[in-house]
């Protein structure tokens, strides 16, 4: 999987759970400040790329995903580690 098709996939999952644009959806924007994202909101886009990627995201990694680039580098690393955990 490509740090481009995780993009892809987390752009069109904030997009939707927030109802913005996707051209909103940036590498840098802020789900809060830029978005308008509030707790519950961020609650949800959690579980929604939970189940996007068949991961578990824990609650002290998730306080700290304010942005798709943040999302994007914890989505790869969890890949990696159910990775090494299946060989």
Do not use: H, W
């Amino acid at each position: 999987m490509t740090e481009e098709n995780i993009f892809n996939r987390v752009q069109k999952i904030v997009a939707q759970q927030l109802g913005v644009d996707e051209s909103q959806v940036t590498e840098e924007a802020n789900f809060a400040d830029d978005l308008g994202a509030d707790s519950l909101d961020t609650v949800e886009l959690v579980m929604a790329i939970e189940e996007e990627f068949c991961i578990e995201i824990p609650d002290e990694d998730a306080e700290k995903i304010a942005t798709l680039k943040q999302a994007i580098a914890f989505i790869e690393y969890a890949i990696k580690v159910k990775a090494k955990k299946n060989n």
